[in-house]
């Protein structure tokens, strides 16, 4: 999965990686449910260790355009994990509370604890996303954001966080199909929402954010990974697979109990 990392000193390009590729994976669609069953329940067995041991923290940052599948990816790959261990929170445009404070404030506050999994459906990126495509502040402001958020990063994972981000890629015309699907099926239409189509006529304004987004924010601490998400299949068990290499690399342990449990009997 090494191949879906954005190197820190290697320039990034969005053609790089293909939204369609699937070569890490030789699965059909019916294989690979069967293979996210059996890497959701390794995940299940590595979130309980997380939660037990009390440890460590684990943030992951889901971005992507309009549905690219930040909400599916969070149904699928998590399926069957103890919903106690992990919590998601969504980023929505900031209240006047939040744009009181600095645009960090209400993203410090989310953060994960010891012992638990945080996803982020959207993030602080955000605010070098759309802030920057839309002009909500001017660029002077928005271009010392990326050098502010690597030091916030570096703040977390050396105070014990995990940093995994995920770049949900699709291609625009996969988008169109997204969107058209939604319009089709009315259970569906409560997803629809017309200013997603503003935001796609501005397609290659977020790519160019995007890519300068990956290119000056994968570190060594915090790396970006770019998962071609085309397929949802293919999509889930890469996100899954690089989920549980993180955690595997923990080295995690079962505490033990503080008590000697060696000579008792349950009557
Ligand atoms: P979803 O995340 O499911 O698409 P919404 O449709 O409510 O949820 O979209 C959330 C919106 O909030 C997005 O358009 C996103 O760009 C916007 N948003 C998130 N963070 C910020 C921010 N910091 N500044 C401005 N807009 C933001």
Known sequence: MERYRVQPDKKFKMEDISPDDKSGFDSTKEEAKIKLLELNEELET???LLYAEGKHKLLVVLQGMDAAGKDGTIRHVFEGVNPQGVSVTGFKVPTDEELAHDYLWRIHKATPRRGQIMIFNRSHYEDVLVVRVKNLVPPEVWKKRYAQINA?????TEEGTTILKFFLHISPEEQKERFQARLDDPSKHWKFNTG???DRALWGKYQKAYQD????TSTKWAPWYVIPANRKWYRNLTIACIMIDTLKNLKMKYPKNKEDLSGIVIK
Do not use: A, G, S
């Open 152 to 156: 916030f990063e570096r703040l977390l």
């Open 46 to 48: 590595l979130q309980e």
């Open 213 to 216: 987004v990956l290119n000056r």
């Open 196 to 198: 997603d189509l503003k």
